[in-house]
């Protein structure tokens, strides 16, 4: 069965360093996600993105972040000059029409 | 604007009981309407969803849930609860007119503990 996947599957990284992270979406799906969750808390929507463009965003997802779709199967997430308050873990998921959507094991992103 | 309310962040179930996982949502749109369950350090997987049609709802596991408009909620249950159902269970609402981006709005998650 098709999966959506993310690596690293653990990031530390200092504070104001910047992180790449990765996910693979299901082949044929066409619209893509970002969500984070902090620990504890509930799971907040970041970006989506579709026709090679964010289709939406948060107001989480501020200058300090951008998403690309590099080549025909990545979407990654990148975060610039990291915080303490951006540890979290970072799900991607992907859906074929934008209805139900499938997620990946997710990213623990720790900031020290 | 959309939000979901999950009652009780951690509801307490013997095995064999039912087992009850309340969700109440806000939409000024109508609403498609899903369950993910989160087991410890995995993500998330779709249990069930309500987008249109028959109301009530099946999923996986023996998990089925009820779209009730009037009430404005979308609980879930489970007639028999099993040891594996422990986990974090997550009510999302997305919207459904055409210029959804298919956002999913999450509740706080509500904690399952099956008690043997």
């Known amino acids: 069965e098709p999966e959506v996947t993310q690596t690293p599957s653990h990031q530390v990284t200092q504070m104001g360093q910047e992180v790449i992270l990765r996910c693979v979406p299901i082949?044929?799906?066409?619209?893509f996600y970002w969500y984070r969750q902090i620990l504890g808390q509930k799971v907040e929507f970041l970006v989506s993105f579709y026709n090679n463009e964010i289709s939406e965003k948060s107001e989480i997802f501020d200058d300090q972040f951008s998403v690309e779709r590099p080549d025909g199967s990545n979407f990654t997430l990148k975060i610039r000059s990291t915080k303490l308050e951006d540890s979290a873990m970072y799900f991607c998921a992907s859906s074929e029409v934008g209805n139900t959507q499938y997620f990946g094991p997710g990213t623990r992103l720790t900031v020290l | 604007a959309q939000s979901v309310t999950q009652l009780g962040s951690h509801v307490s179930v013997s095995e064999g009981a039912l087992v009850l996982l309340r969700c109440n949502y806000s939409s000024s749109v109508p609403p498609y309407l899903f369950w993910y369950v989160q087991y410890p350090n995995q993500g998330l997987q779709l249990l069930l969803k309500?987008?249109?049609?028959?109301?009530l709802v099946k999923g996986i596991n023996g998990f089925e849930a009820e779209f009730k408009k009037s009430e404005t909620s979308f609980h879930l249950t489970k007639p028999s609860a099993h040891m594996s159902d422990a986990a974090e269970y997550f009510c999302?609402?997305?919207?459904?007119?055409?210029?959804?981006?298919?956002?999913?709005?999450f509740g706080q998650g509500t904690t399952l503990q099956v008690k043997p």
């Open positions: 999302a609402v997305s919207g459904s007119t055409g210029s959804n981006t298919g956002k999913l709005i």
């Open positions: 082949s044929n799906h066409l619209y």
């Open positions: 309500y987008t249109t049609g028959a109301t």
